[in-house]
């Protein structure tokens, strides 16, 4: 009697697509790292060594006229939320939600990482390149110096994180691009927020994106690398 045919082994040809996807992230990934870091040297070259502040003034110039008192209350609130008054205790609260709801410590461990070592950076980075606030705020000053700006590096590293876990672990498609476009919208709007309120000049936020990209990246890089080893 005639055997049944072996149903055909799909095995390899599941291993390649799966290397395939993921050298395809890997690649996404580091091409988002290497424009973010030549991004960042060529704001860095443009504006601080050959003080050339063409791109501020004519962004300053766009804004200018859509400046109304709605707008500016809209853009204090995104502002605040990008700000230390929110972001503090945020992220304790997370790391506690972590910590003792979940009962996930490796993962408070890495909110506590990413959030301290951001902030460290992005103090450092400020003090190294020493640029002063805009000299005219729109409504109330900000203190400290500009470039890059905090609020924007923060809010990269803040909800970019929420969209890597968003990317992850929800698998909802419709769900998870809704997620992923709310959050990025709070970061451009948090960096709109601080040029719109002349407390930053663009290329500060600019910067603050670069480098929070390269931050958050190189963060959970190192992370995953701890982790596969334990």
Known sequence: MEQPAAPPDNTGSEEMQRSFRLFSKGFLVAMLVFVSLISFFV???????????????????????????????????????????????????????????????WQSIKLGVIALSSVCVMHLLKLVFNRSRPLVPLLDPAYGLSFPSGHAMTSVTFFGLFIYLTAKHVRNIFLKILLIVLLFSFIVIIGYSRVYLRVHYPSDVLAGYCMGTIWLVLCLWLLKRIETRK
Not at 73 to 97: D, H, K, Q
Request: aromatic letters at 12%; a negative charge.
């Open 43 to 105: 704001l860095v070259k443009l504006i601080l060594i050959d003080e050339n502040e063409a791109f501020d003034r004519e962004i300053y110039s766009l804004i200018e006229p859509h400046t109304n008192e709605t707008t500016s209350r809209i853009m204090v609130i995104y502002s605040w939320i990008g700000g230390t008054r929110f972001m503090l205790p945020a992220n304790i609260l997370l790391i506690c939600y972590c910590l003792f709801i979940r009962k996930d410590r």
